[in-house]
Structures are given as C-alpha cells and as structure tokens.
C-alpha cells in the first residue's frame, strides 16, 4: 500500500495550494481518509476527515477555508487549501487504508 503525495511550496498569505495523494496497492475506498499537520515545533493536527462516501469534517482552525475531496475509481485525494494564513505553514500528510501515510507535503506561507 502506498500514497503518493504531490502540491504544496511556497504561497503568499491569502493565497491559494492544491495537495494530493494517488493511492496504490489498497482497497482506498472502503476506508475514510485523513490529512494532518504538523508545524516546526508543534503537535502533529488532524487537519480533515473525508469518510469513504465523501463526508468532510474540519478543524477549526481550517474551516471555511480548507475542502477535502476524494475520487474513489482514480484512488485519489486531494485537500483544496483557499486563504492561506501564515499559521498554516506546516508539514501535511495524507493517510487511508486506516493506516498508511503518505510522506510530508512542504507548504510555507509567507510574505
């Protein structure tokens, strides 16, 4: 099993990223799936949840801003991030099939 992220760099504040993760050797859509965070220092954070039909749920500090998706036949996820703020600067990681992560997506927000 394996996720395969892409997206994240550098975005000014109020700007705009896309991540995503291409799932492989799982059964992606029998499981929720989850994007967390963890910033220099801090705590890792569970960003979003999707469950296997697509229901979301979202930390506060990302609601409103931040949509999860998913497409269970591409076995793909993705996390739409819209009005970025410095705080949101962190590693983000994908994770499914219960349990299997992908590696860190680097986005940094800065002026």
């Known amino acids: 099993a394996q996720l395969v992220p892409s997206g994240g760099g550098l975005v000014q504040p109020g700007g705009s990223l896309r991540l995503s993760c291409a799932a492989s050797?799982?059964?992606?859509?029998?499981?929720?799936a989850y994007w967390f965070r963890q910033a220099p220092g801090k705590e890792r954070e569970l960003v979003a949840s999707?469950?296997?039909?697509?229901?979301?749920s979202y930390s506060e500090s990302v609601k409103g801003r931040f949509t999860a998706s998913r497409d269970n036949s591409a076995m793909k996820m993705w996390l739409q991030m819209n009005n970025l703020k410095l705080e949101d600067t962190a590693d983000y990681f994908c994770?499914?099939?219960?349990?299997?992560w992908g590696r860190g997506i680097q986005v940094t927000v800065s002026s």
């Open positions: 994770v499914a099939n219960e349990n299997t």
């Open positions: 050797g799982m059964y992606f859509g029998w499981y929720p």
């Open positions: 999707i469950t296997n039909v697509g229901e979301t």
